[in-house]
């Protein structure tokens, strides 16, 4: 086949806006030869089951599936009651950008906080964790969080504990949404576990596709406090693939050794030596921390779409100027020395 885009192209919209990484293509082609049996029932997401095993300890199960949509809204239905209610910053991947799928499609009701990082704490889940026993109010019993947050923030295990334990304490059970878990993981210097199954998260949606793989998340249960069904809930969502060994072979790539890791390492720095290379220039103003692989800077008028025309990237609030710049596993140095430099010169630095 001719190829039909620019690859001379680069951008810092998304970390969706890779390719795959070469060793999962090689997996895909390796699990291409033969025959295996349909729906989950072959070599590769048996594989699949003891990697997650590895990493999350001998009680987690796994469920691939398409994409972080529909492992958000299979695993928060799996928490949930029909009368349930998670409770969310205002911020979340499920509120912002998943056109509604979660209350539409999951038929939950989303309770969401504000919050100034991206994170919640126990005293923020209480503004909107209430009324239990009261008919007219969609009961909150899930508290969903995201790591490393949509605003490129994480938290600690210590602050995750506090969470599960406070969410325990009503009731509640513990979501994280992890479409970027390696990139939290690289940062915090830890292995999965020690932030999820260790600090009592309850369900997991464990990303793929933001860290090299062609299309592949998966769900993980993590306690038994989460009901059984989320085999059933899986198909009823059409997020049940007839070949899964394609998608299993992916997450066994990128999990069964340290590919995740070299991945994720990779987009960390090249933020962080985005952010060295602009830090002290006039007019930029960065407006979180950068602790995984993405930077949000607020820029002087004009200067955001002068620097869009070599390279894209998105406006994360436009009224206040605020961007967002993500690094993927494929991001270079040159790209991101460029990058700087029309930032600079744009900002007439």
């Known amino acids: 086949m001719v190829q039909i885009h620019n690859v001379n192209i680069r951008g810092f919209a998304s970390d969706n806006y890779s390719g795959v990484h070469p060793e ?7 699990a291409n030869e033969g025959h295996q049996s349909a729906y989950g029932s072959d070599a590769y997401t048996e594989r699949l089951q003891d990697v997650l095993r590895e990493h999350f300890g001998p009680a987690a ?29 205002s911020s979340a991947h499920i509120h912002v950008d998943e056109c509604g799928a979660p209350e539409r499609v999951g038929g939950m009701k989303l309770l969401t906080v504000p919050t100034p990082d991206g994170k919640l704490t126990p005293e923020l889940v ?26 490129g923030t994480l938290y600690t295990a210590d602050e995750i504990r506090a969470l ?19 990139n939290a993981a690289v940062a915090l210097e830890s292995g999965f576990a020690e932030f999820t199954t260790d600090a009592g998260v309850d369900i997991l949606s464990l990303g793929g596709t933001k860290n090299g793989a062609m299309g592949a998340e998966a769900v993980v249960v993590l306690s038994d406090r989460v009901p059984d069904g989320l085999v059933y809930l899986r198909k009823m969502n059409m997020q049940l693939a007839s070949k899964m060994r394609f998608i299993s072979a992916q997450l066994v790539a990128l999990y069964g050794g340290d590919l995740w890791h070299r991945n994720a390492t990779h987009a960390n720095a090249m933020a962080a030596r985005l952010r060295t290379a602009l ?3 006039d007019g930029v103003e960065f407006a979180q921390h950068s602790q995984a692989n993405g930077v949000f800077a607020r820029l002087p008028e004009g200067v ?11 406006d994360w609030d436009a009224a206040a100027r605020e961007v967002r710049w993500m690094c993927n596993f494929d991001t270079r140095e040159e790209d991101i020395d460029s990058f700087a430099a029309l930032v600079r010169d744009a900002a007439g630095a």
């Open 279 to 281: 830090e002290g220039v």
């Open 24 to 30: 999962i293509l090689e997996a895909i082609a390796a």
């Open 126 to 151: 209480d503004r909107e964790a209430w009324g239990w026993g009261d008919e007219h109010r969609a009961q909150p019993l899930t508290v969903s969080i995201t790591q490393s947050t949509e605003l």
């Open 304 to 314: 955001a779409d002068r620097v869009r025309e070599h390279f894209f990237f998105y």
């Open 61 to 89: 199960q796994g469920y691939p599936v398409f994409n972080g949509t529909g492992a958000n809204v299979v695993a928060l239905q799996a928490t949930l009651p029909r009368w349930g209610a998670v409770v969310a910053a």
């Open 164 to 182: 599960a334990d406070h969410a325990h304490d009503h009731g509640m059970l513990l979501h994280v949404d992890g479409a970027r878990l390696p």
